[in-house]
DNA sequence: AGAAGTCCCCATTTTACGTCA
DNA sequence: TGTGACGTAAAATGGGGACTT
């Protein structure tokens, strides 16, 4: 290997070693020069693919070998096809690294909503069989004082009344509900909704006033 | 229809050259 | 400072498919 200790990159030592090769060897240059690089890359800019008669005309214009020229865009495309497919990954991958943090947030929400469903099913249960069990004994309070002549008590007098008393602090569930019939109820956040619920503020809940 | 020529793509090899111990 | 090993990019090769004549 010859080491002339100067810039690789000039034109001048490019052209003298491929001088020395040509004479040595008797052979077509090897490495181009950074002039025909340059020329050969202005033309790949517009055109990827060269005409048989405009290649002839490069190659005579830059001193090479029509098959040399060739050559040279078969490589320049294959490179150029590699730069590509790389550009892409990263796009694809920037990509799926939002959907996929975004997937997670859901996810998480999901789950979250889930478990409060679940705790408000379990609450909503208890409750009934409490207005269940207060019930029975008022029937047969009534019952009681009915056989002692008190006057006949009409079922719409009977019947207990759901009446939500002022509430300020909570939503009451039938509010949330309402709310989510609505058209927009996909934009209600689910946060929103729970801090609504006072789910937190046990001392107060909107279930203590359901019977 | 099929043989020959040409071009291109693709995988692979060869070569040039920089870097580092 | 010289040198050989190694890695990498570029140039070249060869096989095979598609197309034209």
Redesign the pocket.
Known sequence: ???L?S???SDC??TF??TL?NNK?N??????TNQ??KS?ETIFQSE?????RK?LQLAKDLG??P??V??????????W?SKQLERDYNILRANYDSLSSKFDILNRENQSLTLQLQKLHEVIDKKEKICSTRENSKDSTEEKVSEKGLGNVSDADSSMKLEYPEHNSSMLVVDILDKANEDNWEDLESDQLLNEAAIGDTSNQWWDVWC
């Not at 052979?27 to 181009?32: A, L, N």
């Not at 990827?48 to 048989?52: A, I, M, R």
């Open positions: 290997m010859l080491d200790g810039d690789p990159d030592f490019t070693f491929n090769s060897d052979k077509i240059q090897r490495r181009f025909q690089i050969l990827s693919k060269l005409e048989p290649k090479l070998q098959r040399q060739a050559i040279w865009f078969q490589n320049k495309r294959a490179r096809k």
